[in-house]
């Protein structure tokens, strides 16, 4: 018997719009190969629906406030393999990690502020409107930077996911 997999509506609505402006694409002679172009006209269907798919689609803006909320939200009570603290050396100029703590966790308080605790010492601790922050690709860590409120100092933190897949 094969699987049925569930779809939430917005997923459905969402590809439903996106075989309709692949179907009307498809079946007529509207292709840039044809002569499509800035000043060809689209039927209003077919722009209803790229306006559709366009704003289900969500962009991830690192300087809005808003992101910065929902990514420390999103990565809080994490699990934590290992934390590195990225600097560059001053003799050298070469960018240098330095694990600073093994299995740990992040977390948010009621002041808005994301901490990073690991061995039962506070290893880092900053505003979230403040904070710069960017998962990896693979989805294995994140990458935070901002002012440190236990030390006052610009401070790089790379933490890895315990339990990335998950």
């Not at 439903?16 to 402006?21: L, M, P, T």
């Not at 289900?56 to 992101?67: L, Q, S």
């Not at 939200?73 to 050396?89: G, T, W």
């Not at 605790?117 to 994140?142: H, I, M, N, Q, T």
Request: glycine letters at 6%; a positive charge; proline letters at 4%.
């Amino acid at each position: 018997m094969p699987k049925k997999f569930s779809r939430s509506k917005s997923q459905i609505s969402l590809t439903n719009d996106a075989r309709r402006v692949k179907l009307y694409l498809g079946t007529t002679k509207l292709r840039p190969e044809n002569g499509m172009g800035e000043n060809c006209k689209m039927p209003d269907f077919i722009k209803n629906a790229i306006n559709k798919i366009k704003a289900k689609i969500k962009k991830n803006d690192e300087n809005n406030p808003e992101y910065r909320i929902e990514f420390a939200n999103r990565i809080s009570n994490k699990a934590i393999k290992y934390v590195s603290e990225r600097h560059v050396d001053a003799s050298s100029g070469e960018v240098a990690d330095t694990v600073i703590g093994k299995n740990g966790f992040f977390s948010i308080n009621k002041n808005n502020e994301i901490s990073i605790y690991c061995g039962g010492e506070e290893l880092f601790r900053a505003f979230v409107p403040d904070l710069k922050a960017y998962e990896f690709l693979s989805l294995e860590g994140a990458v935070m930077e901002a002012v440190d409120l236990a030390s006052g100092k610009p401070r790089t933190i790379i933490a890895y996911y315990k339990y990335h897949r998950r």
